[in-house]
């Protein structure tokens, strides 16, 4: 960047610093934090440090990062515009300054913005607490106060700056505020609980921190972070945001995800082979901490967070699997580790589940089966269970999914399915147990049938073979496949006899068995409803065999059909 151009750059920095400091209304400051992230895009100059600009700039300078740490630590702006708050200075800091000094002076930063945070909360509940005879007092006080803590703010800003600079330029130093901060940030939490969880606002900034993606920044290596990348440094005060309350979880585990994505995108350059340093690929504390954090959230109530589980979990195997093949050492297989955690815990723990759907994508599929041959029947039978029933559905489809990448045959396939699966669903919808039936009913079948080529034809022969005693599976079969549209209804001059043949098992004594017969008959009747006619009679000839339930069903159809206009 010529000296005109770094002219132009500072001076479009400068009236946006005057923009937000003009209006501090959220909807205008959201405007010109959009404006400055375009304008730091385009910055193509690189400084040891702060302090090597000149007097003007570095005034400019100052001022700008002042705005953003107060747009940032305040409580008067919405999520989106902390998250771009933090994004801007991040990336400015990034843009501006070798890795020596921009590492340093983000943590820098991050500190600072915990410290304003804590200060604001202290003043409030302070405020909070006096008497309203002192409100008028509180009033101007409170002003003297702000602006107090505004110049206190701008003197710890540029005291900060002053230590960071000192510090990338290798000087000596005693055991000041700023080591004392990175030495919080880089240490590793024994005891979490002990440990401050980082604000929203922080949590906010480790997100602009992650958005810089500076493969030189996040490599950056300093006695001051033990020597290990800068990126890697990021993530205690990650997992201790994935501890914060529910409030602020949503964006810390998006922030972990993030982070791990990063982490395998520039492995690479993380990653030194002389180092002997494996992060991911043995059981080292950050994979111990990583898990510990995701296993707390399998059945997270806050909306997206379990997504974001799932997500880590399959970025964290492949980051692992990646690190060992850098390194060149298998000696520890992450998948397998989830496994055998996993295969300890009760089938009525919905996380067993999870991690077991997960893993299944990834691993032989007729190995694991072989091992654990105990899978199907558990996997079919817990289906009752309605709290987990989704995620052990995912079990079951991730299984075949694995099938049928192995380019069997139709035959192979249908084999494969029948010697595992076959006799656990034919027990399950021969069952007494309604919700066991309904799971299957509702997640497993639809399923296959729209999964696997002519499943239908496959299991309407299992259960007219197998099951003589017992039409409930093939009602439920046929009702379920013509609502999926795999199974065409008869032509218009064959109706009546494929409503006849349904409409035989409502003198079941099962009322399910009654209620499909049912299901199916409408389902025919209303892709020719001017047949209803037809229907009507067929239900005469057989209602008084039916139970009261089963009756009351048919008399809101049978009206519905009757009062049918004939085409």
């Not at 710890?156 to 330029?169: D, R, W």
């Not at 300890?344 to 089966?369: H, M, N």
């Amino acid at each position: 960047m010529s000296c005109n151009e770094e002219s132009g750059f500072y001076h479009k920095l400068f009236m946006i610093t005057e923009k937000l400091s003009a209006d501090k209304t959220p909807a205008a400051t959201h405007k010109a934090l959009k404006e400055l992230y375009q304008v730091i895009q385009k910055c193509d100059t690189k400084d040891d440090n702060a302090f090597s600009l000149p007097e003007a700039t570095q005034h400019t300078l100052f001022c700008l990062i002042q705005n953003l740490v107060n747009i940032i630590s305040s409580s008067d702006f919405p999520a989106d515009s902390l998250l771009l708050g933090s994004t801007c200075l991040s990336v400015l800091v990034a843009e501006l300054f070798y890795p020596k000094f921009a590492s340093t002076f983000l943590i820098s930063l991050y500190s600072l913005v915990g410290d304003i945070v804590k200060g604001n909360t202290q003043n409030s509940k302070r405020n909070n607490q006096k008497s309203s005879k002192k409100v008028q007092y509180e009033k101007a006080s409170s002003k003297t106060e702000e602006c107090e803590e505004s110049q206190n703010c701008e003197l710890n800003l540029e005291f900060k700056i002053q230590q960071v600079q000192k510090l990338a330029s290798d000087c000596i130093l005693e055991e000041t505020d700023l080591i004392y901060s990175i030495e919080k940030f880089t240490q590793e939490e024994t005891e979490p609980k002990k440990r401050e969880t980082p604000s929203f606002h922080q949590i906010a900034f480790l997100h602009g921190i992650l958005s810089c993606q500076k493969p030189d920044l996040f490599s950056f290596r300093s006695k001051y972070f033990h020597h290990k990348p800068f990126l890697l440094t990021l993530f205690n005060s990650i997992h201790l945001s994935c501890l914060t309350p529910c409030s602020s979880q949503y964006h810390a585990f998006s922030i972990l995800v993030n982070w791990l994505k990063t982490c395998k995108t520039l492995l690479n350059e993380l990653v030194r082979i002389e180092d002997s340093n494996a992060y991911f690929s043995s059981k080292t504390e950050l994979i111990s901490k990583t898990l510990s954090v995701l296993e707390s959230n399998w059945e997270s109530p806050i909306k997206g967070v379990n997504s974001f589980v799932k997500e880590a979990y399959k970025v964290l195997i492949a980051l692992s699997g990646a690190e060992c093949d850098s390194l060149k050492n298998h000696d520890f297989s992450l998948i397998q580790f989830l496994i055998d955690q996993a295969m300890k815990l009760s089938w009525k723990i919905k996380g067993k589940y999870l991690v077991l759907s997960i893993v299944l994508q990834l691993i032989d599929y007729k190995k694991f089966l072989e091992n654990y041959p105990e899978i199907p029947n558990e996997v079919i039978f817990n289906l009752k269970a309605n709290y987990a029933s989704s995620i052990i559905s995912e079990v079951y489809k991730s299984i075949i999914s694995s099938m049928k990448k192995c380019e069997y045959s139709l035959n192979e396939l249908h084999a494969e399915w029948c010697k595992w699966w076959k006799l656990p669903i034919i027990n399950s919808l021969l069952s007494d147990d309604k919700l066991l039936i309904q799971g299957v009913s509702n997640l497993v079948l639809p399923w296959t049938l729209k999964t696997i080529p002519k499943s239908y034809d496959l299991l309407l022969d299992i259960f007219e073979e197998e099951i003589h005693n017992n039409p409930a599976p093939t009602l439920i079969l046929l009702r379920i496949a013509k609502q999926c549209g795999i199974c065409e209804f008869q032509e218009k001059n064959h109706y009546q006899e494929e409503v006849e043949t349904t409409m035989e098992f409502i003198v079941e004594r099962q009322i399910s068995i009654q209620l499909h017969s049912l299901i199916i008959s409408f389902s025919v009747a209303d892709s020719i409803c001017q047949n209803g006619d037809s229907f009507s009679s067929s239900v005469e000839k057989h209602k008084c065999k039916i139970t009261f339930d089963a009756r009351h069903l048919l008399k809101s159809k049978t009206f519905m059909y009757n009062n049918q206009p004939q085409q």
